[in-house]
T-cell receptor, first 115, second 111 residues
């Protein structure tokens, strides 16, 4: 089955850029997502990219997709203390059976902000 | 819009007890999902539904049951609770292949 991998931790200084990386295995991915989870809360959709795009920018967030290498990254510019959270990469495969298999999630990257 | 609402927020069960985790959405989404989240393990899909009356197993369905009698509600049933079912449970919904919207979760402890 599909496998989505992320580093477990990333530590950055406040004001620097954070880059969170993700790799996936299935080339039939249709959409790839980034979710943010703050302590004790649910998952909040940050952004997503369609598989035929290379880049998507949304304010401080930049998503880069390298389909050849099956690599997705999320860059957060000017990282603030409020960005401290767990960031999940998730992959939606092409719907082959008319149903919805949900998303395959990575284990999440804990973003730690140093003052 | 309340979005996706899960109840209860917390629950402690004894081994062998049963309970139902409730999930309701008011966005008229046709697809609904149940995930469990264990520390350091990401989210695993338990069951999903593509519409009222239709449910399918996900990656980790054993020990759980679901029903989808209405578009709005997708309850998750645990019949004989086991310690391995201690987890945080998230319900989500989407309109077909659009992004998933998540509830705030139910934290379940089985002792």
């Amino acid at each position: 089955g599909e496998d989505v991998e992320q580093s477990l931790f990333l530590s950055v200084r406040e004001g620097d850029s954070s880059v969170i990386n993700c790799t996936y295995t299935d080339s039939s991915s249709t959409y790839l997502y980034w979710y943010k989870q703050e302590p004790g809360a649910g998952l909040q959709l940050l952004t997503y990219i369609f598989s035929n795009m290379d880049m998507k920018q949304d304010q401080r967030l930049t998503v880069l997709l390298n389909k050849k290498d099956k690599h997705l990254s999320l860059r957060i510019a000017d990282t603030q203390t409020g960005d401290s959270a767990i960031y999940f990469c998730a992959d939606r495969l092409r719907d082959s059976g008319g149903g919805a298999d949900g998303l395959t999630f990575g284990k999440g990257t804990h973003l730690i902000i140093q003052p | 819009n309340a979005g996706v609402t899960q109840t209860p927020k917390f629950r402690i069960l004894k081994i062998g007890q049963s309970m139902t985790l409730q999930c309701a959405q008011d966005m008229n989404h046709n697809y609904m999902y149940w995930y469990r989240q264990d520390p350091g393990m990401g989210l695993k899909l338990i069951y999903y539904s593509v519409g009222a009356g239709i449910t399918d197993k996900g990656e980790v369905p054993n020990g759980y049951n679901v029903s989808r009698s209405t578009t709005e509600d997708f309850p998750l049933r645990l019949e004989l609770a086991a310690p391995s079912q201690t987890s945080v449970y998230f319900c989500a919904s989407s309109y077909s292949q659009s992004p998933l919207h998540f509830g705030n979760g139910t934290r379940l402890t089985v002792t």
